[in-house]
């Protein structure tokens, strides 16, 4: 039975989605079974996962597939199948790709039966896939980001091959739905809503590998909501590269904030999120539906990038300085509680010090809760790898020091506005320092550590913020 069925021919796989996966998922249990009985266990499959929130809900549907093809999920390193979901944003996250290979190399030379899967963004760029047929030829499979739905179906075809399988495509239209996903909380999910960036901004590598903007029909965004809320899903990220130009694409384009309107009408869920916003597209529908609206998180992620006109300008950003800070001013009016946070790169190529000036400047004026701050890394195939004066990295270290200081300095300021309060905190997880402790997070995005046992996770509960330690804060309980 076993031998017949493994050896079912490909071709007797369905041909419309996703029934075909359904078939292949089928097909690797098989594969699954083969394991079993040649090794006497079952076969363990360990994800590890770079990059964005965007990659983080791709692994939780690779997950799913792997949970539905029997595969023991596991966070040990030394598995039967190994999984890297890249990222390429930035360099180093390449390099860290690259460190990590040859160690699997050597786990694999002791566990001859290893399959090592290389999937996600680095994977859409030509040049690293001749580098890993070249000089890493122990990978058994390479997929991308457009074909991440056809799992199942290159794993079966990965175990029926002698060398690396290599199935890549250049882009897509297709969005497929309804595959399994097993997410790393009970309690709160990522949903995507759209896939690929049309805005290249010139340092990004994002719109090459991601490919053109797609956003999923709102029946199918409300479907997969109102399913995680009947699992006990009471969180939900809504995830996109540029979630403000969410449904332009769509045969019939509706808004982000009519999208948001609808999702909030989903019963059991109490916090709704997105990511990432883009201030070029930001519409007073959006900042009125926020303002309106009991579940929508009071938080929102603003990239800046640069605070500087001209810098901002040759990024291709589509705003300035002003606009920007005016943009901060008119959402600060209209939801007074609101969080902030960003994304500042520092480095860009001309970047002079007057620019970066610029860039402090709006950090004192925009009251940010928090920063994240990039050293500027030079991507292949985007207009700023070309661009003349690349700033050298004595300079972009000493600013990025400067930037730093100041973020953290700001952000202090501004999230200690919050000490004292008792507020609702989303509890996450028992404290991975102090087990008496669980970490939870408030509306706005901030984290808070408090006495409470693993009882509590998933459920909301108030907290008095009783100290802030410059990111996060420590607190108590308030009962009645
Ligand atoms: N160099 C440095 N940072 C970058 N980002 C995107 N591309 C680059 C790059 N080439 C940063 C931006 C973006 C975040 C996700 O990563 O700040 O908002
Ligand atoms: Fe990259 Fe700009 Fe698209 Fe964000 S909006 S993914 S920074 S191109």
């Not at 030394?78 to 360099?91: H, K, M, P, S």
């Not at 160690?103 to 001749?130: A, D, F, H, S, T």
């Not at 982000?256 to 990432?276: N, P």
């Amino acid at each position: 039975m076993l031998d017949y069925t493994i050896t079912t021919e490909n071709s007797a796989a369905p041909e419309t989605e996703p029934q075909r996966q359904q078939f292949f998922i089928e097909k690797c249990r098989l594969y699954v079974e083969d394991f079993r009985i040649r090794t006497g266990r079952t076969p363990t499959a360990n994800i590890r996962t770079f990059g964005c929130q965007m990659n983080e809900r791709d692994s939780e549907k690779l997950r799913g597939i792997l949970a539905q093809a029997g595969y023991e999920l596991t966070e040990q390193e030394d598995a039967d199948l190994v999984i890297y979901n890249t990222c390429t944003v930035r360099e180093n996250a390449n390099l860290k790709v690259y460190g990590r290979l040859g160690y699997l190399n050597g786990l694999k030379k002791k566990n001859p039966l290893m399959r090592i899967v290389l999937c996600g963004c680095m994977m859409q760029e030509k040049e690293v896939v001749e580098k890993i047929r070249k000089s890493y030829p122990f990978v058994d499979l390479i997929f991308g980001t457009h074909n991440i739905w056809q799992f199942a179906e290159l794993l079966c075809r990965m175990h029926e091959s002698r060398s690396m399988l290599v199935e890549l495509w250049e882009s897509t239209d297709q969005v497929v739905e309804e595959l399994p996903a097993q997410r790393t909380y009970a309690f709160k999910s990522g949903v995507n809503i759209m896939y690929g960036c049309n805005n290249f901004c010139t340092y990004c590598i994002v719109p090459y590998v991601r490919g053109r903007e797609r956003s999923r029909e709102p029946k199918d965004i409300l479907r997969e909501v109102e399913a995680l809320a009947a699992d006990g899903v009471v969180e939900v990220m809504l995830l996109g590269q540029n979630v403000n130009s969410y449904g332009r694409t769509l045969e019939h384009p509706v808004s982000f904030a009519s999208l948001l309107r609808e999702v909030e009408k989903v019963e059991g869920i109490q916090r709704i999120r997105f990511m990432t916003s883009h201030p070029k597209d930001l519409s007073d529908e959006l900042i009125e539906v926020m303002a309106d609206s009991e579940k929508i998180c009071p938080h929102l992620h603003l990239p800046l990038q640069s605070g500087s006109s001209a810098l901002l300008h040759r990024m291709n950003r589509h705003y300035t300085k002003e606009s920007y800070l005016a943009l901060c001013e008119k959402l600060r009016a209209r939801i007074p509680e609101l969080s902030l946070t960003t994304d500042i790169i520092v480095g860009f190529p001309g970047e002079t010090e007057e620019d970066f000036q610029e860039t402090l400047d709006v950090v004192r004026r925009a009251r940010y809760d928090s920063a994240f701050t990039f050293v500027y890394s030079k991507r292949t195939g985007t207009p700023a790898a070309s661009y003349p004066d690349q700033v050298s990295e004595e300079v972009v270290k000493d600013r990025f020091d400067r930037l730093l200081a100041l973020v953290q300095e700001t952000g202090k300021e501004q999230i200690s506005r919050f000490t004292g309060r008792t507020m609702p905190v989303l509890v996450e997880h028992v404290n991975t320092q102090d087990p008496g402790l669980v970490t939870g997070r408030m509306s706005n995005n901030l984290i808070v550590h408090f006495p409470g046992d693993a009882q509590l996770i998933g459920t909301i509960v108030p907290v008095t913020l009783t100290e802030c330690k410059g990111f996060y804060f420590m607190g108590e309980q308030t009962i009645g």
